[in-house]
């Protein structure tokens, strides 16, 4: 069974840090581009970083110098560290991957082969 499975969001105060997960079974993600996406009450699901299996990156506006992205093949599992959290980065955060080396595909126009099942993060004091 295909699945991704998030895992690492929970309340945090503003300046902290978080690390989620994103744990692939099923298929084996490095021969596929991996991303995450956030998408916080009343607004559009926003492309937040992606990696692809050949270690090209591609990181929003929004969260450029405060998030990194990472792959641990050898775990099937790929990372994203936010630091310095805002507020405005309260949302439910999704994993998606796409096969192939995509990054626009997936990033910029959110076409993917799957999604998880989100884990909410909340910014706040």
């Known amino acids: 069974q295909v699945q991704l499975v998030e895992s690492g969001g929970g309340l945090v105060q503003p300046g902290g840090s978080l690390r989620l997960s994103c744990a692939a079974s099923?298929?084996?993600?490095?021969?596929?581009?991996i991303g995450w996406f956030r998408q916080a009450p009343g607004k559009e699901r926003e492309g937040v970083s992606c990696?692809?299996?050949?270690?090209?990156?591609y990181y929003s506006d929004s969260i450029k110098g405060r998030f990194t992205i990472s792959g641990d093949y050898a775990k099937n599992t790929v990372y994203l560290q936010m630091n310095t959290l805002k507020p405005e980065d309260t949302a439910v955060y999704y994993c998606a991957a796409v096969k192939g080396r995509l990054l626009g595909r997936l990033c910029v126009l959110g076409e993917s082969d799957y999604w998880g099942q989100g884990t909410q993060v909340t910014v706040s004091s």
């Open positions: 099923g298929f084996t993600l490095d021969t596929y581009t």
């Open positions: 990696i692809s299996n050949d270690g090209n990156t």
